[in-house]
């Protein structure tokens, strides 16, 4: 059975719906950023929230939590890893994924459920997925609006690094080509803004969200 | 040595808060006023600032959407926030 890590910050507060995500396809360990240890995971997911109160910049100084060696160790030797929201802001500022995620065109917190299209399932969180496909999800943030550069962007998008777009006029936050997910070269890092672990279940309006943990799962059980 | 480090967003870099101050100052009578941008300003000490640009680049700046300078001020330079105990 698949045993995912989540990552707990000070400040994350979504750690329990991804470590309860994960528990609907495999084992779930909260694993605590000053621990220099993994438990031997099979994946990683780090998990939004306001990690160190999003002080500086979000994500800028979790990234330097004695875990996150650890999680960039693992992912440099392909291990899967998944940034959600405040996680994909501090695998971008880690260097781990391409670009940056500023704060929303509109200054607001935004909370509302988005469709995503899959633009690549060849990523270790989107195996499980076909490319073109539709993900309900919700997304929910302050600064979820992706940039890079347009050169950046440009090697980005034909690298194939592009994981998940906002369905046409659904960006929420003014992200740059509707990008709301990327993927780092060797497909094993993805972060998204939006939040799968909170669509896992019909009652809550979609269970789109697992179809994630289902890739890295499937890819974990191939190994 | 004291040192400020000013951070503002990379000019092309969309840059909302700037963008909603001055759509603010109008409607308090301030006409006329554009290209409003709201950066950060980072005080220090230090006994290396030969390092400060790393320590920019590292951690104070994400130099993918913002730039900043360095101000150096000697220590016989008087320092401009009262109340700390060090200097005391």
């Given at each position: 059975m698949t045993r995912f890590g989540v990552i707990?910050?000070?400040?994350?507060?979504?750690?329990?719906?991804?470590?309860?995500?994960?528990?609907r396809i495999g084992e779930a360990e909260l694993l605590w950023h000053g621990d220099r240890d993994l438990k031997g995971v099979d994946a990683v997911v780090v998990p939004g929230g306001f990690s160190y109160g999003d002080y500086l910049r979000a994500g800028a100084i979790a990234r330097f939590a004695p875990v996150m060696e650890e999680v960039a160790a693992f992912a440099a030797d392909g291990g899967p890893v998944l940034g959600i929201c405040n996680g994909f802001q501090v695998l971008c500022e880690a260097g781990m994924l391409p670009g940056a995620l500023l704060p929303n065109e509109s200054l607001k917190f935004l909370?509302?459920?988005?469709?995503?299209?899959?633009?690549?399932?060849?990523?270790?969180?989107?195996?499980?997925?076909?490319?073109?496909?539709?993900?309900?999800?919700?997304?929910?943030?302050?600064?979820g609006r992706y940039f890079a550069p347009d050169g950046e962007l440009d090697r980005i998008e034909a690298a194939g690094q592009v994981a998940f777009r906002y369905a046409p006029g659904q960006n929420p936050n003014g992200s740059l080509r509707d990008v709301a997910g990327v993927r780092n070269e060797a497909g094993n890092v993805v972060g998204l803004m939006p939040h799968p672990e909170h669509a896992v279940d019909e009652l809550t309006g979609s269970a789109d969200g697992l179809?994630?943990?289902?890739s890295a799962?499937?890819?974990?059980t191939a190994a | 040595m004291l040192a400020r480090v000013l951070i503002r967003p990379k000019a092309g870099v969309v840059d909302p808060q700037g963008k909603a101050v001055e759509r603010a100052l109008p409607t308090l009578g301030f006409?006329?006023?554009?290209?409003?941008?709201?950066?950060?300003?980072?005080?220090?000490?230090?006994?290396?600032?030969d390092r400060l640009p790393e320590l920019c680049e590292k951690l104070l700046a994400n130099p993918l959407i913002e730039d900043y300078e360095i101000e150096l001020e000697g220590e016989e330079a008087p320092l401009s926030h009262g109340g700390d105990e060090e200097e005391a």
């Open positions: 707990r910050f000070p400040g994350s507060c979504d750690e329990t719906d991804a470590a309860a995500a994960c528990e909370c509302r459920q988005v469709d995503l299209i899959v633009e690549d399932d060849s990523s270790s969180w989107t195996a499980a997925c076909e490319r073109g496909e539709r993900l309900s999800i919700p997304v929910k943030n302050t600064s179809r994630l943990f289902e799962a499937r890819l974990a | 006409e006329g006023v554009e290209g409003v941008h709201v950066g950060r300003l980072v005080e220090l000490r230090t006994d290396d600032p």
